[in-house]
């Protein structure tokens, strides 16, 4: 039976419909009980419809209960689980982690079923793992392959799905790549196009002009200006010594200390790069960037004052601010935590009417920006001790082709076994000059700092 009572399309709608007894009384005497439970799938369809932020939301709290919920379960339970869901061979491989750090196109991915874990990978290369048969042709086609990356470093190629979880828990602590944009590198060295844009006056992107004409009117011809930035994959290189009886007699502390350290480890040095890189042989870090903005401090000596902050936010470009991050050196924060303006008044997060307690956790934002604090910017009263930055114009170029190698004879007489990591990878800052705004004020960037003292 067609339902006579009106779809409601918005959250107020159904809320007011569903508190009028005369609606849900003639709803339900007009429709009965299945014509009700239709009434509820439309009216939820048409939110769907209407909003599709709805369904976005669902799915990210839906990740962040599934992300929780792994974490707190032992890989058996998990395993169980997964295998249960029937998820155990989705797209061929459980593990597959289902982000962007995953590449089904990498060099790797042929060997995804070679090992179940970076721990049981890193035992199979040593020799420990080579009195199999089976290991000893696994290790020795991942050597074959990584010759084709860089025959002079030797070692082992890393799985591509393996690789992705090492990288996947790297994403958790690192500042810089999940929010970057990240380019695959199909060899050594990748150019990438950018706009070669100093200013917004007359023209936009480089040399985009637009004018309004009449008809039959002569058109005025402009072209663009591109320029191009070099990605080079230079080697990150991780190192650590291994006992050798945990390689022999405590796999899971192994486990736990490769699927953890070394993504974190991972993500420091990556990050330290990212930051205060200078460019050769490493990547160009933002703080080094030619198209970073730097706004002269107010405040006398070291501080950091409310008005450095305004002044800072105001160099922003417009369209960066929804996605720019406060980045601050741990020194920063005492002048951040009791910052007032001029009239006296409080600006950041404690005290207030919102947080009267100083024992409440402090929502870690300023002006609605979210705040990192990170030991890699620069010290307090140092050109980047609090930075505001758009990591959306900064470039990683990611050869996504991991090795690694193992050495018993080199640390022989202490019982160890060294191990070696190596990452291949660049980062540029996208834009290359600061941007004069069309109304020709102040130069706006996507990075910018607060100058020295």
């Known amino acids: 039976m067609p339902n006579k009572v009106a779809v409601p399309q918005t ?4 809320r007011e419909m569903l508190t009028d007894r005369a609606v849900m009384k003639n709803l339900l005497t007009e429709n009965g009980r299945d014509g009700f439970a239709s009434w509820v799938e439309d009216s939820i369809q048409a939110r769907l419809t209407t909003d599709p ?23 058996s339970e998990v ?26 196109k990498a060099l790797g991915n042929k060997f995804n079923d070679y090992f179940d874990s970076p721990a049981q990978f890193m035992n199979a290369i040593s ?8 290991v000893s042709k696994k290790i020795q086609a991942l050597k074959n392959s990584l010759s084709s990356v860089k025959p002079s470093d030797g070692g082992f190629l890393i799985p591509e799905v393996l690789r992705a979880e090492l990288l996947r828990v790297a994403l958790e602590k690192a500042i810089v790549r999940g929010r970057a944009r990240v380019i695959p590198m199909d060899s ?29 009117a002569t058109l005025t011809e402009s072209q663009p200006r591109f320029g191009r930035i070099e990605l080079r994959a230079n080697k990150l290189t991780l190192y650590t010594e291994v006992p050798n009886e945990l390689l022999a007699d405590a796999q899971p502390s192994l486990e736990a200390f490769i699927n953890e350290i070394f993504p974190e480890a991972l993500a420091w ?49 417009p369209q960066s601010l929804d996605r720019a991050v406060w980045v601050v050196s741990p020194d920063a924060l005492p ?27 402090p929502p870690m934002q300023i002006l609605g920006v979210p705040m990192v604090v990170s030991e890699k910017a620069r010290t307090l009263g140092n050109s980047g001790d609090i930075n505001l930055v758009d990591f959306g114009f900064y470039l990683i170029g990611d050869r996504q082709a991991m090795s690694a190698r193992q050495s018993e004879d080199f640390r022989f007489d202490e019982d160890k076994t060294a191990f070696r990591v190596i990452e291949r990878l660049d980062g540029r800052p996208w834009l290359q000059s600061a941007i004069t705004p069309q109304n020709g004020g102040p130069t706006l960037s996507p990075f910018v700092s607060l100058a020295a003292a």
Request: zero cysteines; glycine letters at 12%; a negative charge.
């Open 11 to 14: 959250a107020d709608e159904l």
């Open 53 to 75: 932020s709805v369904v976005a939301q669902g799915q990210e709290q839906m990740q962040d209960f599934m992300i929780k919920w792994l974490r707190d379960r032992e890989p």
């Open 79 to 104: 395993k169980d689980v997964m295998k249960r869901l029937n998820l155990d061979n989705v797209g061929g491989r459980g593990r597959i982690p289902k982000n962007t750090v995953y590449n089904p």
């Open 127 to 134: 020799d420990h793992g080579h009195k199999d048969e089976d």
């Open 188 to 216: 050594l060295t990748v150019p990438f196009p950018s706009v070669d844009s100093t200013s917004n006056v007359g023209s936009v992107f480089g040399g985009v002009v637009g004018f309004w004409t009449e008809e039959g």
């Open 269 to 317: 040095y990556e990050d330290i790069a990212f930051f205060v890189g200078g460019g050769v042989g490493e990547p160009l870090g933002f703080l080094n960037a030619p198209a970073r903005v730097q706004v002269t401090r107010e405040a006398s000596g070291n501080a950091i004052e409310w008005s450095d902050i305004v002044a800072m936010y105001s160099r922003m470009l």
């Open 335 to 361: 002048d951040l935590l009791q910052m007032e303006t001029s009239t006296g008044s409080p600006v950041v997060w404690l005290g207030g009417a919102n947080y009267p307690s100083m024992a409440a956790s």
